[in-house]
């Protein structure tokens, strides 16, 4: 185990070598990044950051909820790759609804290519594999997440997340999602956060005056979600930037406020990425958690300050 403390206002990092890493501001464990998690196949095992929290201490994440064992907090997924679920659970099959298949894969963390600890910020640079459910190889990725912009006196903190996806097989991969594959409304796909229960029904907020649940299949730069928290009083802001895709297919949102809180900026929405041999997909995002329900003036001042 490694720590270091840089002092009030900064970050202390922790690392639990083949576990997990935990970043800590002023006392708080913001987020804990685990990497190698002990996660049953049908679930889609790979890495996920939960608990997430906000620098009040709220949680802002959800872990194996009774609907979907499979979500886990933020976690970088694709629901349908050339007929294998590296989301976890059930695969949507088209005029059958969704069925319990033997093709959810996984993703095994390889390695960290970089650890670098500043007094305010924590950049992980990783290389994983993608493996099928029959262990063939199909994608290497090339991951990098970085923590910081820590503002007490703001009451938010930020994460960036990269991802580099190639694709390492003999033969061409297509990214979808249920979507692509025919059910309206569900292009669940790429990078998604799942939100406490109790933040079900919370506001829906995105550029131009737009937002609700109508937002769902659209495209904007940011979108925020506000909810009231469980245990802790008070409520918080996820605020979402779409970020980059290589791809020419458009990112749009996936978004729910209902059955439960849900944000995912697709990359494969309602049409496919294809990528050739030895081609890649590369995707960049970025998270806002913030102290209290940020209204939409506070959410467009810090989008037009911050957007990456």
Known sequence: MTSRDHGTGRIIVTHEHGRRVVVDANGVKIATY????????????KPY?????????????????????WHKGLQMTISHLSGQNFWGGNSYVHGEGYRARD?????????????????????LRESLTWITSTGEHWVAERRELRFHGVDPGRGSWML?????????????????????????NAGYTGFFWRGPRGWTDGRII??????GPETMGRRSPWLAYTGEHDEVDGGGTVLVFAGTSSAAVPLRWFVRNTP??????????DEEVVLAPDESLRLRHRVVFADRAWERSEIEAFAAEHAP
């Open 206 to 211: 995105t550029a131009d005056g737009g937002g």
């Open 160 to 184: 960036d997340f990269g991802t580099e996806l190639r694709n390492t097989r003999s033969a061409e991969l297509r990214v979808g999602s249920p979507t692509t594959h025919g059910r309206p």
């Open 260 to 269: 439960f809180p849900a944000v995912n900026p697709s990359p494969a929405f």
């Open 103 to 123: 093709n959810v894969g996984r993703m095994r963390h390889d390695g960290f290519d970089l650890v670098d600890v500043t007094p305010t910020e924590l950049t």
């Open 49 to 69: 950051l939960h608990p997430l929290r906000t620098l009040d201490g709220a949680l802002v994440s959800a872990y194996r909820p009774n609907d979907h064992r």
């Open 34 to 45: 685990a990497y190698d998690p002990p996660v049953p196949a049908f679930e889609g095992p």
